[in-house]
């Protein structure tokens, strides 16, 4: 399975910006799907998850309330809806797909890795 993440850029504060990840294979409904970001001179980090079956989410604490994940089945496709960005939104944020069988809360419960897309937000 090969993750293209897209949607990234540079934007000002309280800006909005989506990313995209569409699956090269395969369906969502076989894996759990997540979003993490890694800033300079941070860990890695979950930001957004959605199980396989879609009928759980979860956000971490930063970003509740202010980005939504979301997936289409029928286009192998899962977003990250960021609105009110902040500067310390700023990273490289990756998709990753992980097993169902496996939680989502960990990278190394994630089997495939997206290449990546910066995102900065300029005060």
């Known amino acids: 399975v090969q993750l293209q993440a897209s949607g990234g850029g540079l934007v000002q504060v309280g800006d909005s910006l989506r990313l995209s990840c569409t699956a090269s294979?395969?369906?969502?409904?076989?894996?759990?799907m997540g979003w993490f970001r890694q800033a300079p001179g941070k860990e890695r980090e979950l930001v957004a998850a959605?199980?396989?079956?879609?009928?759980?989410?979860y956000y971490a604490e930063s970003v509740r309330g202010r980005f939504t994940i979301s997936r289409d089945v029928a286009k192998n496709t899962v977003y990250l809806q960021m609105s009110s960005l902040k500067p310390e939104d700023t990273a490289v944020y990756y998709c990753?797909?992980?097993?169902?069988?496996?939680?989502?809360?960990?990278?190394?419960?994630?089997?495939?890795w997206g290449q990546g897309t910066q995102v900065t937000v300029s005060s």
């Open positions: 294979e395969g369906t969502f409904t076989s894996y759990n």
């Open positions: 959605v199980l396989w079956s879609g009928g759980r989410l």
């Open positions: 990753a797909a992980g097993s169902y069988s496996r939680t989502f809360f960990r990278d190394d419960e994630y089997d495939y």
